[in-house]
T-cell receptor, first 115, second 117 residues
Framework: GDSVTQMEGPVTLSEEAFLTINCTYT??????LFWYVQYPGEGLQLLLK?????DKGSNKGFEATYRKETTSFHLEKGSVQVSDSAVYFC??????????????FGQGTILTVHP | NAGVTQTPKFRVLKTGQSMTLLCAQD?????MYWYRQDPGMGLRLIHY???????AKGEVPDGYNVSRLKKQNFLLGLESAAPSQTSVYFC????????????????FGPGTRLTVT
């Protein structure tokens, strides 16, 4: 079945540092890929998505590129802020109409940014 | 436009008690989902619904039942709670986007923190 593997955390950075959170996946066909973010005490929010190979999703300074050849969707940000402290989830939605948008999540990566 | 709401926000149950979690969405979405979030395991799908009157099992359905009598509501029931069901429960909704059929965006509620003692 489908699966998503994220780099283990937690990740602790200083403000303005470069961020990379690795994500790889296993799925048949061409899934859609997502990054969701969960701020303390809140539900998940969509951060960015990509729906086909070589697509780049971007939002709020975060970027991720759908790499079919390496089955990866790594999240990057050039300069993190304290307000980026949150839990980040990589997820995929399987190919085909019968997926009904069901998401398979990675285990989540806790990011803490210090001033 | 409230999006996805969940009630209650917190609940403590004793083993063997029952309860129902309510999820409501005001976006006219077709699809709704219940997930549980446990430390180090991400979110796992419990049950989902692709329309009013329909439900289907997800990855971890045992011990839970669901109902979707109205399009905007999706109920999750625990008939006999167990300590293993201590978790944070999230409801989400989505609808097919234009273009590729599986490029849905899911909208999540704020979660219900359930403790079973």
């Amino acid at each position: 079945g489908d699966s998503v593997t994220q780099m283990e955390g937690p990740v602790t950075l200083s403000e303005e540092a470069f961020l990379t959170i690795n994500c790889t996946y296993t799925a048949t066909g061409y899934p859609s890929l997502f990054w969701y973010v969960q701020y303390p005490g809140e539900g998940l929010q969509l951060l960015l998505k990509a729906t086909k190979a070589d697509d780049k999703g971007s939002n709020k300074g975060f970027e991720a590129t759908y790499r079919k050849e390496t089955t990866s969707f790594h999240l990057e940000k050039g300069s993190v802020q304290v307000s980026d402290s949150a839990v980040y989830f990589c997820a995929l939605s399987g190919a085909g109409g019968t997926s009904y948008g069901k998401l398979t999540f990675g285990q989540g990566t806790i990011l803490t940014v210090h001033p | 436009n409230a999006g996805v709401t969940q009630t209650p926000k917190f609940r403590v149950l004793k083993t063997g008690q029952s309860m129902t979690l309510l999820c409501a969405q005001d976006m006219n979405h077709e699809y709704m989902y219940w997930y549980r979030q446990d430390p180090g395991m991400g979110l796992r799908l419990i049950h989902y619904s692709v329309g009013e009157g329909t439900t289907a099992k997800g990855e971890v359905p045992d011990g839970y039942n669901v109902s979707r009598l109205k399009k905007q509501n999706f109920l999750l029931g625990l008939e006999s709670a167990a300590p293993s069901q201590t978790s944070v429960y999230f409801c989400a909704s989505s609808t097919p986007s234009s273009g590729r059929v599986h490029a849905y965006e899911q909208y999540f509620g704020p979660g219900t923190r359930l403790t079973v003692t």
